[in-house]
């Protein structure tokens, strides 16, 4: 499902896994020796072995597994560098609790030390920006702005209840900031603070108002006093209007903008002379209709909680962009028209599909597509970027049909754009790998773009031709620009789809060198000295923790965290191995964890159970750390009792390109179908798994995906739990659905067939459906329409449990508990 994730991150769409995830370090490590690449022309079939951790062998209860994950650890969270860059601050949940302290750790060793709440506003940076040469650099705390100079004193320069944000440092060496409709400037010396630009949307004032009609005229033109009376207003607003035009001191006058608009995005030049707005239509994003019952609430009584809208009610939106000259006064709306493709009609072969289905014809329209600022859900950044002059500025933007993604720049003089780089994709436009930016000393563009299937990572001028810079069938994305150009950082999966290390490209020179070698799932912060990495690093067995990578040495990365629980570390812990299955449908291996009961190929064909993922577009196969702990657990709890476990990274993950990602395009559920099939028969083939004695289950996508194979492939499982799951995508939100089933009044055949809820008369084995009842997510409501059409169709192998005080992500371990509970025994009676 939707969501703003990173590829080994979960998010709230497959029960905010993350939010109560677990912490740090075990033994276990992956033998990486051989390893197969994605740059191979053919699939190597191989698997990376992973030793058993050296922890003792105790048996694993239900109990223990779904308890509060304080247990296991508390990781650190959200690392970044210290000003001096001689320790890294970290966030880390209180134990016990929901809040969560920022913590100290030098980088030369000794106890990380919890940050008083009297020193928070000195390291807790947020929105950090830096000027030009790093010798200041600026954030905000609490809605206050501070500054930080290069011997580390810090000035506040405002307190205030007002939001404060969109920070830059400009040319002339004065800090910009947002608040509301306006962008001020503060001299960091002085202190003294400046209005530059206001916007309202609504008419312009005028001194008065022409008269209306014939009777209006003839009163101002017989009765003095009120001629009179109104050219006294019109003699004051003219004051007023001399005043501030002439007086230095006054405020620069508001621009005025269509009326029923509100702000999407403001960008002011880093010259102070130009502002970009993106602006759309200020109408409602739900309907009051758009509600969900809530019976378990303080009060005792059931309230009515708002909720989103259902992709099946959703209006065409565009953003507008606007270019305003701060100097001359002059506003100008920038046309789309000089977009190539702004008006195709990208979906004519589904509309005709679609009307001939009905029996009806379909003709072409060349109308103009809405189109509006791209939103990457992993940006941090914005679709509107200044090159460091002022004079060149660049927009990325994205059609409400998903089809179509365009860098553009803005020539300042003409105000109209020019294309420089039209990204299309007949299925739709990835909400990651969008990131983009300037050189620093060159009017020269970088980006990222998906048109060779992978994500790489591309330089172009404003008048050449696009350059790539890195080439190879992986994933390219987090990239960091080096203040000299020299080198652009960044994280790639290329030595294996699983495993995600940090690399560098030299700019000029094409070459790229590997920084860390750890073998795992790493991220990364480059310090502002641009001489370490501040790394976030975990293994299979190994939960998330932070190590210093020193840029000018040749030795490996040195851990200096260590916050996983001793009770964790002594589990031996089964670590998966990463297998990579055949695919009977495509070139690709379907990259897979397998949990391996010991002698399992000894004596009678075992039990196994199939997982499945949620999020669809999301890894799970890979070397790091997983943030679906509890499943890690369960699937060693399930080991313990001999159960082989398979874990599928099904067409639809993330990880492995493109064509990988939108193999579900207009068809959800059959091509991730087709990989379990695949799944169950490699391991009655493979690891002594009989046929007969195998159970699927998962949540969100992975409750969707236990639907449709439990509906459309009767006999691949004797049993399976569906997880707040998704029997209807029309009642699904748009930004995610739609990508991949366009929209429901344009594409009913994709959702018809895309939907468990018209496949419900194929089931044949037992179902257990778990369902969250406060879900703003995936609504209670899919399962209740489900569970209906199951009782008319007089299905009785199925049973519902429902968790009122829970969302998509479970929080309490009395409902983890439950829920993993009922699954243990539908497996149990029925394998």
């Not at 080994?8 to 497959?14: K, R, S």
Request: proline share 4%; charged share 20%.
């Amino acid at each position: 499902m939707q969501t703003t994730f990173k590829r080994f991150v979960l998010t709230a769409l497959t029960a905010s896994l993350m939010a109560c995830s677990a912490q740090q370090q075990s033994t276990g490590q992956a033998a990486v020796d051989n390893l197969p690449t994605q740059s191979q022309e053919a699939p190597t079939y191989q698997t990376i072995q992973t030793p058993a951790t050296t922890g003792q062998e105790l048996s694993l209860t239900m109990e223990q597994i779904m308890a509060d994950p304080d247990w296991l650890g508390r990781q650190p969270q959200s690392p970044h560098w210290s000003e001096d860059g001689k320790s890294v601050f970290y966030l880390q949940k209180r134990e016990g609790q929901v809040i969560r302290d920022l913590w100290h750790q030098p980088i030369e060793g000794g106890p990380a030390q919890q940050v008083a709440l009297d020193a928070l506003h000195k390291h807790a940076y947020r929105q950090k920006v830096l000027n030009k040469d790093k010798s200041m650099s600026a954030w905000v705390f609490q809605n206050n702005l501070f500054v930080s100079s290069a011997n580390n004193d810090i000035k506040q320069l405002t307190r205030t209840d007002e939001r404060i944000f969109n920070l830059k440092f400009l040319v002339n060496g004065s800090l910009s900031y947002q608040v509301g409709n306006a962008i001020y400037a503060v001299d960091v010396n002085s202190g003294f603070t400046e209005q530059l630009v206001s916007w309202k949307f609504a008419k312009a004032p005028e001194a008065i108002e022409p008269a209306e009609d014939y009777i209006a005229e003839q009163q101002l033109s017989l009765i003095s006093v009120l001629a009179k009376r109104r050219q006294d207003k019109v003699d004051r607003f003219n004051y007023q209007q001399d005043i501030s035009t002439q007086n230095p001191s006054s405020t620069a006058k508001a621009f005025y903008l269509p009326a029923k608009h509100k702000t999407v995005e403001a960008s002011l030049s880093p010259n102070g002379k130009y502002l970009v707005l993106a602006v759309e239509k200020d109408s409602p994003s739900r309907a009051d209709t758009d509600i969900m019952p809530n019976y378990v609430i303080d009060s005792g009584r059931i309230q009515a909680e708002s909720v989103r809208r259902r992709v099946a009610d959703a209006e065409p939106e565009s953003h507008y962009l606007w270019f305003i000259d701060l100097n001359t006064k002059e506003q100008k709306k920038i046309s789309y028209s000089n977009l190539p493709g702004y008006n195709d009609d990208v979906l004519e072969d589904v509309k005709r599909e679609n009307a001939q289905a009905k029996g009806e014809s379909y003709t072409a329209n060349r109308l103009p597509r809405d189109i509006g600022l791209l939103v990457d859900w992993g940006w941090s950044q914005s679709a509107i970027a200044w090159h460091n002059s002022g004079e060149h500025v660049a927009v990325m933007l994205e059609a409400w049909d998903n089809k179509d993604r365009w860098l553009a720049t803005v020539d300042v003089n003409s105000k109209k754009l020019v294309n420089q780089h039209r990204l299309q994709d007949k299925a739709w436009i990835n909400y990651n790998f969008n990131s983009f930016g300037w050189l620093n000393n060159s009017a020269e563009l970088y980006f990222l773009s998906e048109q060779t299937g992978y994500s790489h990572i591309y330089v172009k001028g404003l008048e050449s031709k696009a350059r790539q810079l890195t080439t190879g069938n992986y994933e390219v994305d987090e990239l960091t620009l080096s203040h000299n150009d020299e080198y652009i950082y960044y994280q790639a999966n290329q030595k294996h789809p699983g495993i995600y290390e940090i690399y560098r490209v030299n700019l000029k020179s094409g070459e790229i060198s590997a920084l860390t070698d750890l073998n795992g799932m790493t991220d990364y912060v480059l310090s502002d000295a641009e001489d370490k990495l501040l790394l976030t690093h975990s293994k299979l067995t190994s939960p998330p923790e932070l190590f210093i990578k020193n840029l000018d040495s040749n030795e490996q990365a040195i851990q200096i965290t260590d916050t996983t629980s001793d009770a964790f570390k002594q589990i031996s812990w089964v670590a998966p191995k990463i297998v990579p299955i055949k695919s009977s449908h495509v070139n690709q291996p379907v990259y897979s964890r397998l949990y391996l009961p010991k002698n399992h190929d000894v004596g009678e064909k075992r039990r196994a159970v199939v997982f499945n993922h949620g999020a669809g577009y999301l890894q799970n196969s890979h070397l790091g750390w997983s943030g679906y702990f509890r499943e890690f657990m369960f699937h060693n709890l399930l080991v313990q009792k001999g159960y082989v476990v398979l874990d599928m990274d099904y067409r639809a993950s993330a990880g492995y390109g493109r064509d990988w990602r939108t193999a579900i395009y207009r068809h959800m559920g059959k091509p991730e179908t087709e990989d379990l099939v695949d799944g169950v028969d490699w391991m009655v083939q493979n690891v002594n798994v009989d046929r007969n004695r195998v159970g699927t289950y998962g949540g969100s996508y992975g409750g969707f995906m236990t639907f449709m194979a439990l509906f459309t492939e009767p006999d691949l499982f004797q049993a399976g739990a569906a997880l707040r799951p998704v029997s209807d995508w029309a009642h699904y939100n748009h930004p995610y659905t739609s990508n991949i089933l366009n929209t429901p009044d344009v594409d009913p055949i994709a959702y018809e067939r895309s939907s468990p809820i018209y496949f419900a008369e194929g089931l044949a084995k037992p179902l257990l459906i778990n369902a969250p009842m406060v879900d703003n997510n995936v609504f209670f409501v899919d399962v209740v329409r489900l569970v209906q059409r199951l009782i008319e169709l007089e299905k009785e192998n199925f049973e519902t449990a429902i968790y009122p005080v829970e969302a998509h992500g479970f929080v309490e371990p009395s409902s983890w508990l439950d829920e993993y509970r009922r699954i243990f025994k539908l497996f149990e009676q029925n394998l």
